[in-house]
Nanobody, 117 residues
Protein backbone atom coordinates (compact mmCIF):
# COMPACT_ATOMS: atom_id res chain seq x y z
CA UNK A 1 0.00 0.00 0.00
CA UNK A 2 1.11 3.52 -0.81
CA UNK A 3 0.36 6.48 1.39
CA UNK A 4 0.40 10.01 0.03
CA UNK A 5 0.38 13.11 2.19
CA UNK A 6 -0.15 16.55 0.70
CA UNK A 7 0.81 19.79 2.34
CA UNK A 8 1.26 23.45 1.54
CA UNK A 9 -2.28 24.53 0.80
CA UNK A 10 -3.78 27.69 2.15
CA UNK A 11 -5.27 31.06 1.36
CA UNK A 12 -3.55 33.30 -1.16
CA UNK A 13 -4.49 36.46 -3.01
CA UNK A 14 -4.98 36.51 -6.78
CA UNK A 15 -1.62 36.76 -8.48
CA UNK A 16 0.12 35.14 -5.56
CA UNK A 17 2.08 31.93 -5.34
CA UNK A 18 1.87 28.71 -3.40
CA UNK A 19 3.93 25.53 -3.32
CA UNK A 20 2.37 22.16 -2.64
CA UNK A 21 4.24 19.06 -1.56
CA UNK A 22 3.31 15.38 -1.73
CA UNK A 23 5.33 12.80 0.14
CA UNK A 24 4.91 9.12 -0.73
CA UNK A 25 5.54 6.31 1.70
CA UNK A 26 4.80 2.62 2.08
CA UNK A 27 5.14 0.29 -0.89
CA UNK A 28 6.63 2.90 -3.17
CA UNK A 29 8.62 0.43 -5.26
CA UNK A 30 7.17 0.37 -8.74
CA UNK A 31 5.80 3.90 -8.76
CA UNK A 32 6.17 5.24 -12.27
CA UNK A 33 4.36 8.54 -12.21
CA UNK A 34 2.88 10.99 -9.79
CA UNK A 35 0.63 13.91 -10.34
CA UNK A 36 -1.61 16.60 -9.03
CA UNK A 37 -5.35 16.77 -9.51
CA UNK A 38 -7.89 19.20 -8.17
CA UNK A 39 -11.55 19.22 -7.37
CA UNK A 40 -13.80 22.19 -6.75
CA UNK A 41 -17.15 21.84 -4.96
CA UNK A 42 -19.72 20.26 -7.26
CA UNK A 43 -17.11 19.50 -9.90
CA UNK A 44 -15.32 16.32 -10.85
CA UNK A 45 -11.66 15.82 -10.17
CA UNK A 46 -9.46 17.09 -12.98
CA UNK A 47 -5.84 16.72 -13.98
CA UNK A 48 -3.47 19.54 -13.12
CA UNK A 49 -0.02 18.12 -13.84
CA UNK A 50 1.87 14.83 -13.93
CA UNK A 51 5.48 13.79 -13.78
CA UNK A 52 7.17 10.45 -14.44
CA UNK A 53 10.13 9.00 -12.60
CA UNK A 54 12.19 10.01 -15.62
CA UNK A 55 11.13 13.62 -15.34
CA UNK A 56 8.63 13.91 -18.17
CA UNK A 57 5.87 16.37 -17.37
CA UNK A 58 2.40 17.19 -18.62
CA UNK A 59 0.09 20.04 -17.70
CA UNK A 60 -3.51 20.97 -18.10
CA UNK A 61 -3.95 23.83 -20.54
CA UNK A 62 -5.45 25.96 -17.81
CA UNK A 63 -2.24 25.95 -15.78
CA UNK A 64 0.46 25.93 -18.45
CA UNK A 65 2.95 28.69 -17.92
CA UNK A 66 1.81 29.23 -14.35
CA UNK A 67 2.32 25.90 -12.57
CA UNK A 68 5.43 23.76 -12.43
CA UNK A 69 5.55 20.17 -11.24
CA UNK A 70 8.82 18.71 -10.03
CA UNK A 71 10.00 15.66 -8.18
CA UNK A 72 12.69 14.46 -5.84
CA UNK A 73 13.08 10.71 -6.27
CA UNK A 74 15.40 10.44 -3.29
CA UNK A 75 12.72 11.92 -1.06
CA UNK A 76 9.81 10.26 -2.86
CA UNK A 77 8.23 13.67 -3.04
CA UNK A 78 6.61 15.73 -5.76
CA UNK A 79 5.96 19.44 -5.71
CA UNK A 80 3.63 21.81 -7.43
CA UNK A 81 4.78 25.39 -7.69
CA UNK A 82 1.76 27.54 -8.43
CA UNK A 83 2.30 31.09 -9.62
CA UNK A 84 -0.05 33.79 -10.85
CA UNK A 85 -2.90 32.13 -9.02
CA UNK A 86 -6.44 32.91 -10.05
CA UNK A 87 -9.71 32.54 -8.15
CA UNK A 88 -10.64 29.71 -10.50
CA UNK A 89 -7.68 27.75 -9.16
CA UNK A 90 -9.55 27.40 -5.88
CA UNK A 91 -10.02 23.71 -5.18
CA UNK A 92 -8.88 20.80 -3.11
CA UNK A 93 -5.65 19.57 -4.62
CA UNK A 94 -4.93 15.85 -4.53
CA UNK A 95 -1.72 13.96 -5.06
CA UNK A 96 -1.80 10.78 -7.14
CA UNK A 97 0.69 7.96 -7.66
CA UNK A 98 0.69 5.17 -10.23
CA UNK A 99 2.32 1.84 -9.49
CA UNK A 100 3.15 0.10 -12.77
CA UNK A 101 3.65 -3.25 -11.04
CA UNK A 102 0.07 -3.34 -9.79
CA UNK A 103 -1.52 -0.79 -12.16
CA UNK A 104 -3.10 0.75 -9.09
CA UNK A 105 -3.60 4.44 -8.40
CA UNK A 106 -3.26 5.93 -4.95
CA UNK A 107 -4.61 9.21 -3.66
CA UNK A 108 -3.73 11.57 -0.88
CA UNK A 109 -6.24 13.22 1.42
CA UNK A 110 -6.08 16.54 -0.37
CA UNK A 111 -5.05 20.03 0.59
CA UNK A 112 -7.25 23.10 0.22
CA UNK A 113 -6.10 25.95 -1.99
CA UNK A 114 -8.18 29.11 -1.84
CA UNK A 115 -7.42 32.08 -4.07
CA UNK A 116 -9.35 35.11 -2.95
CA UNK A 117 -8.91 38.78 -2.20
Amino acid sequence: QVQLVESGGGLVQPGGSLRLSCAASGSIFGIYAMGWYRQAPGKQRELVATITSGGSTNYADSVKGRFTISGDNAKNTVYLQMNSLKPEDTAVYYCNALNILTTKDYWGQGTQVTVSS
